[in-house]
Structure formats: C-alpha cells, structure tokens
C-alpha cells in the first residue's frame, strides 16, 4: 500500500537508503533501538557523526549549504528508512530547526560558522523558548537582552528546556525592547552554552528521566554578532521555524517502529484483544501519510495549505501517545503486578503524554487551523 503512494523514483530511491542504512547503523545501536531502548546523547552524536561520514549529514539542506539536497517527499523516506533500520530518533533542534532560520536569515559568517558543526553533530543544540510565564504564549517572553557595544547582555530564565544538559549552543528567543505589541521586539540570538553566568538545573519528569530543565541566564555576555536577521524580527523568525517543527511531526518513522515491535508481539498471542486497535492505528498511520504527503508536494509546488502543519502536528502528536498506550497496556497484561516505572514501555507511555503538548498545545493547533480556515473562507467568501 505504501509504494502506492510514491513515485517511481521515489520508491527507487527508498529501497537504495534501505539497503545504505542496513550497513550503516551498527549492530549494537540497532538492536538496542529496535528492542525499544531509548537513545541517549552519545547514541544521537554516534549516529550524527556517522550519518555525515556516509554523506547525509544535513540529508534535508540544500546542496549550496552543505547538504544533500532532498526535498521534503525524499526526506521523509529517508527519516522513515533510518527508523526502520534501528538509528536513533536524531536532535531536531539543530539540523531542522536552528539551521533553517540561518540559511533563510542568517549572515554569510553564521553559516559559515554554524552549519557544518551542526551537519557533523559536532554541536549539540537545544531550543530556548519557553519561560514559566510563556509557553503556548510565546509573546509573552520576558527574558531581556541588553545591548552593550558589541555585546547583548542577557538576564532571564528559560524552562523545559530538552537535553540543556548535553548542550553545546541554545538559540533563544529574548527580549530586546519593550512594546505596545508584545510580538514587537523579540530578537533570535545564538548562545553558547559555555559561557559564565548560565546554569542548568535538571527536572526530572514523571518516567523519572532527566530530560528537560530549567536554564538560568545571570549577565551572560553574548558577542553581537550571534545576533540572527534584524533586532526586533525574532517573532517573524520563529512563526518560520514553528511551521517546519510542527510540519516535521507527520514523519512518525519512530512510532511506527515501535508500533511494529508491538504487533510482533502480539502476532505471539493470536487470541490477542487488541485486534481493533491495532487496526485503527493501521488505518491512521496511513491516514497521516497520505495527509503529509498532499502538505509536503503542495509546499514543494510552493502552495502554502497553512491550515494543514497544525493538524499534521495534532494527528501525529496523538497517534504517538495511542501506540505509547498500546505498548504500556500490552506491556502490563503480562507483568500485572509489576511497578509502573520500571520498564520501558510505561516509562515511554508516561513521557509520550508530552506530544500533544511541546511546538504548541494540540489546543492551540487547533485554533491556529480554524482562524487559518476561517480566514480563508472569508477571503474567498
């Protein structure tokens, strides 16, 4: 039913990074990745370093960036083949999300500087955007950036900050100006992690893992020149980014592949009571595919379906917390009497109750697609 879906050269070009990325991974990660483990740091930079020597590193940036030069169909076929042969899920953060806002809007010298690293996995970044008093509103930002000659002075508190911990630079939202309208004066700075006066305090999350923290800012002194695009434009700059997070979320290889490992598990029991769900989730995986595949060939054709990136983000968010649920409930029919946070696969249903949270609540998806809708009607109307 798959290749249906595919062109010709499409299909093709699936069963070459099929079988490149059998070899590629090695053994150990991918039994490890395919016995449902999850990945660390060291595992996601392994893989990273690798995935550049075999010369797909930055698989999705333009050739002119130093990228392979894939369009969005063929990155989504690639993302599908290194989860089906066992690599880890990669760090958004930098190759699809930081990288796109630099080759859009950063200076000649910043990408210069930063791609490469971020290709190589050389650099480790993270995302700070939220603060406990900004979340789903982003505008509501407080932490300021002050500028000093040749510097930005930088005082404020970012939260839920995902793998801060292992970070080597953080692109953060900041405020540089205070205003009427809160979306005005926000600028996009580059930070390293390194410098004095940032700290890093761990939150540990219900699974028990230490993913996400708090990160403290006291006068961090950050060279202006890692200031990207204009003062002021940060807003512009993320509505950009958030589309390509939110747009990124359908290419669901990962769940699949945990979901396939749940179905080989009950293919041992074939008196299983799960058939309806496994069915349902068949049926809505496929769904999201064909959805995501009339996304990226519009977006491709440079038709720009806005309404669509949102219900992508909520279908795929949702579908990961069912087989997350799926797995836990399969998992805990044979180990009954077993402690909730003991074994993976609760420990993942427990961490997957995030998903319809992070790159904008599912709520707010759903406003930002009606409003988009709406909008539409009325311009046609």
């Known amino acids: 039913m798959q290749a249906l879906l595919y062109t010709p050269e499409e299909n093709e070009l699936r069963l070459h990074l099929r079988r490149v990325l059998e070899q590629a991974v090695p053994a150990d990660l991918r039994e490890r990745m395919l016995s449902g483990e999850r990945p660390d740091s060291h595992d996601k930079r392994r893989w990273g370093r690798i995935q550049h020597e075999i010369g797909y590193g930055g ?7 130093g990228g392979h030069g894939f369009n969005r169909i063929q990155r989504l076929i690639y993302e599908q083949e290194a989860a089906r042969a066992g690599a880890p899920e990669m760090v958004p953060w930098g190759d699809r999300m930081v990288a796109p806002v630099l080759m859009a809007f950063g200076t000649p010298a910043q990408r210069q500087r930063f791609l490469p690293r971020i290709a190589s996995m050389e650099d480790y970044w993270v995302q700070g955007y939220s603060e406990p008093q900004a979340g789903s509103d982003l505008a509501s930002l407080r932490m300021a950036a002050r500028r000093d000659e040749d ?3 930088v005082d404020g508190q970012k939260i839920w900050t995902t793998e801060a911990q292992n970070a080597d630079w953080i692109f953060c939202l900041v405020r540089t100006e205070r ?10 700075l580059l930070i390293d992690m390194k410098t004095p006066g940032i700290s890093v305090r761990p939150i540990i999350t219900f699974d028990g893992y230490h993913e996400v923290n708090e990160v403290w800012f006291d006068r961090v002194h950050v060279p202006a020149e890692n200031l990207v695009g204009e003062e002021g434009q940060g807003w512009a700059y993320a509505k950009y980014l958030l589309v390509e997070e939110r747009s990124a979320f359908g290419s669901v290889g990962f769940a699949q592949r945990e979901f396939q490992r749940v179905r080989e598990l009950l293919d041992q029991h074939p008196d299983h009571s799960h058939r309806e769900r496994v069915q349902d989730l068949e049926a809505r995986f496929l769904g ?3 959805l995501l595949l009339r996304f990226l060939r519009a977006r491709d054709g440079d038709a ?4 669509v990136a949102p219900h992508v983000k909520i279908l795929s968010s949702e579908l990961q917390q069912d087989v997350a649920e799926l797995a836990a409930d399969v998992w805990l029919e044979d180990h009954p009497a077993a402690p909730e946070n ?3 696969p609760m420990r993942h249903f427990f961490n997957m109750r995030k998903s319809s949270i992070f790159a904008g609540t599912n709520e707010i998806q759903r406003n930002i697609a009606a409003n988009s809708l709406l909008g539409k009607e009325q311009k046609h109307g």
């Not at 720009?304 to 309404?307: G, L, R, V």
């Open 59 to 65: 698989y999705a940036w333009p050739v002119e960036f």
């Open 179 to 188: 205003t009427e309208r809160p979306h005005q004066g926000i600028s996009f």
């Open 304 to 307: 720009q379906p806005d309404y």
């Open 342 to 344: 003991c074994a993976h």
């Open 288 to 290: 999201l595919e064909c």
């Open 151 to 153: 510097h930005y002075i």
